[in-house]
Each structure stands twice: as structure tokens, then as C-alpha cells.
């Protein structure tokens, strides 16, 4: 999905008809044993599309809320504007905004991290899951709640969901801040240009 976006399509429209079905059935699977009693570190489910809304792509396709912490302490005047104005719709994970302005898309220098911290992130939630550090996700929580409230929700009340998220969104800043700070120097480059060209 996220190949896809840096090309500039739509990944979850490609991909959500092949890959729905079963995210759909999991998160059922998981509702079922659970009101039959199971408890949940019991269910037989870990991945899930909320699994993947509330580990993985926080703030969006990409883990992009924490490009955006970035970009809103950027020395570019338009990557910290972008970041700030980015900020609450990525938080509640509407991310259009940072890769269509970025952009993201087709970018090589961004590609990587948007690609590369949404599996580092899935590594991370699957072995906190698996190994009972965190509640398994049971609910489907409204995908536009900010990431630590949606885990809270998703995982029945569990409070280390939303610490885990947290963790993740700083693990991502991480994985993206080298990335980000050789993009925006060449971007900080590119308006000194212009000044001087003024």
C-alpha cells in the first residue's frame, strides 16, 4: 500500500478489495471469541486493519504523523508551515496533506522512511502482542481518533495500547529523522536560492 502512494495512487483503493476480506473476517473472528469469553490476550487474531490503524500507520498511511512532528521544527519557512498546518488533521490520521505537499509522492529521499517504518513498527506491535505486553484488538475503533485514544478503544481498555502507540510515533520519528533533515536542507537550499534570485 505504501509502494503505492509513492507513486501517487490511492494504495488502499489497490489493495483494500484483495486485503479487506480478510481484515474483515479477523477482526470478526476476534469480536466472536471474545463475547464468547475468551479474554484478550486469547484471541486468534493479532493482525488486523485496527491493528494496522493503531500500530502502524499512525497518523496515516506511513507513520506520517511523526514527519509531521518534524517538519513543524523544520528550518524550511514551508516544511515547518506544512507541518504545522498538517499537525491536527494528522493527528487524526488525515495525511493527504504532508504527501501530497511534501510530497511524498515520488520523492526519493521520504519514499524510503514512509516505506521502511511501517515495517519496523509491525515488528515491533506483533512481538509486544504476541507476547501478551499489550491486549490483542478486538473493537473497531473510528479510524479518525488520535492514535492513542483509537488503541485505548480498539484493544478493549487497554491502557499499554496507548503507551505502545506512543512509543511507535517516537520509533517512527527515529527511522524518519535522518531522512528528513537531508530533505530539508535541500528544501531550506532551494529558498535561499530564491531569496537570492529576489
Same mark, same amino acid.
Given at each position: ?41 486469547? =484471541?486468534?487474531?493479532?493482525? &488486523? /486493519? ?12 506511513? &507513520? ?23 499537525? =491536527?488533521?494528522? =493527528?487524526?490520521? #488525515? ?8 510530497? #511524498? ?39 479518525? =481518533? ?19 502507540? #506512543? ?19 535541500? /528544501?531550506?537550499?532551494? /529558498?535561499?536560492?530564491?531569496?537570492? /534570485?529576489?
Amino acid at each position: 500500500i505504501c509502494f503505492f502512494w509513492v507513486l501517487g495512487i490511492h494504495g488502499p483503493a489497490i489493495m483494500g478489495p484483495v486485503i479487506r476480506p480478510f481484515w474483515d473476517m479477523s477482526i470478526a473472528e476476534n469480536l466472536e471469541a471474545f463475547t464468547n469469553g475468551a479474554n484478550v490476550h486469547q =484471541l486468534p487474531n493479532i493482525f &488486523t /486493519e485496527q491493528f494496522l490503524q493503531w500500530f502502524i500507520w499512525i497518523g496515516g498511511a506511513g &507513520t506520517t504523523l511523526s514527519l509531521v512532528v518534524l517538519m513543524m521544527f523544520s528550518k524550511s519557512t514551508y516544511l515547518k508551515s506544512l507541518g504545522r498546518l498538517s499537525f =491536527l488533521p494528522g =493527528l487524526f490520521n #488525515i495525511n493527504e496533506p504532508v504527501i501530497f505537499g511534501v510530497p #511524498i509522492v515520488l520523492n526519493p529521499i521520504l519514499m524510503i522512511p514512509f516505506i521502511f517504518a511501517p515495517m519496523v513498527l509491525a515488528t515491533i506491535a506483533w512481538f509486544a502482542t504476541k507476547l501478551g505486553l499489550v491486549s490483542e484488538v478486538v473493537f473497531t475503533a473510528p479510524w479518525t =481518533l488520535p492514535g492513542p485514544i483509537g488503541a485505548f478503544m480498539a484493544t478493549g481498555g487497554d491502557w499499554r495500547a496507548a503507551v505502545l502507540n #506512543i512509543v511507535l510515533i517516537l520509533v517512527a520519528i527515529l527511522i524518519y529523522y535522518p531522512f528528513f533533515v537531508a530533505y530539508d536542507k535541500n /528544501e531550506l537550499a532551494k /529558498e535561499q536560492g530564491k531569496q537570492i /534570485e529576489e
